[in-house]
């Protein structure tokens, strides 16, 4: 069985002039999360790789540094500032005072981890065909999990064999339902500030990774031309209605909303 790719980045986008997120906690968070056992892609600023270093020890490691004007999604930068300074995008948008809605380092940070994760598989470092995103602060979601063990743990690892035609995406029941139960999500859904589907952590195999970029870019190009700027959960709720068969889901049914417990399920 092959080893399972793990992808993650840490940029220092000053989140804590934002809306008062510490840069400190997230290096903590990060720390965390990069001793997870499992061979990890790691996209960060030149200025952090002793740090990744040291807490990956002899763990298999790719370090690929970039600096924040590289990243993939920062192209679309003055497109979406100009989008976010509209008066218009402001009436149109749900809940405007959201970060996403203000700050456009932001979005662009968190539509870059498909096309960091498809920069992993072509490059292929450890020989793998399935590969997770997890984004470097989720660590304070790992609960009691044991990270001293492998991961994903060998029935998680079986489990995976079987879906690597999919993307591994975890929906959450609550608190909206009327999302989840939705057949279908049309275009003012990009419009919504509500996430049931959770972007920070994601499995993709080799094969479907073409196929979701490809859609992800589409949908936001779209809400670009349409003056909306939102974020990748949104797009990923949007996508995972319209395209169902690229998708299988693992349902939080508990009602602790953003739990991540699909990390957890992982590690068995």
């Given amino acids: 069985m092959k080893d399972i790719t793990i992808v993650t980045s840490l940029q220092d986008i000053r989140r804590h002039n934002m809306d008062g997120r510490k840069w400190s906690e997230y290096l903590e968070w990060f720390a965390v999360t990069l001793k997870i056992k499992s061979p990890m892609v790691v996209f960060v600023d030149e200025n952090l790789v002793d740090f990744v270093k040291e807490h990956r020890g002899s763990l298999k490691t790719k370090i690929i540094t970039q600096k924040l004007e590289e990243i993939p999604f920062y ?11 509209s008066s218009e995008y402001k009436k149109k948008i749900g809940c405007p005072d959201r970060i996403e809605c203000n700050y456009s380092i932001y979005s662009i940070v968190q539509f870059s981890k498909f096309w960091w994760v498809k920069e992993a598989i072509s490059r292929n470092y450890f020989d793998s065909d399935f590969y ?3 984004d470097a602060g989720l660590s304070r979601f790992f609960y009691d999990m044991d990270i001293n063990q492998n991961y994903p743990g060998e029935e998680a690892r079986k489990q995976i064999e079987s879906i690597k035609d999919k993307v591994l995406i975890q929906v959450s029941m609550f608190p909206y339902n009327d999302l989840f139960t939705s057949n279908n999500l049309g275009e003012e859904y990009l419009w919504d500030p509500r996430s049931y589907v959770m972007g920070g952590m994601f499995g993709v195999g080799e094969d479907k990774i073409d196929e979701l970029c490809s859609h992800v870019e589409n949908t936001f190009e779209k809400m670009l031309e349409d003056g909306n700027v939102n ?3 949104i797009v990923l709720g949007y996508l995972y209605k319209k395209y169902p068969d690229l998708f299988i889901e693992f349902i939080n049914d508990s009602r602790i909303h953003r739990g991540y417990e699909l990390i957890v399920e992982l590690s068995n």
């Fill in 231 to 233: 974020n990748e959960q």
């Fill in 132 to 134: 997770f995103w997890m």
């Fill in 75 to 85: 192209k679309y930068k003055d497109r979406m500032d100009f989008i976010i300074e």
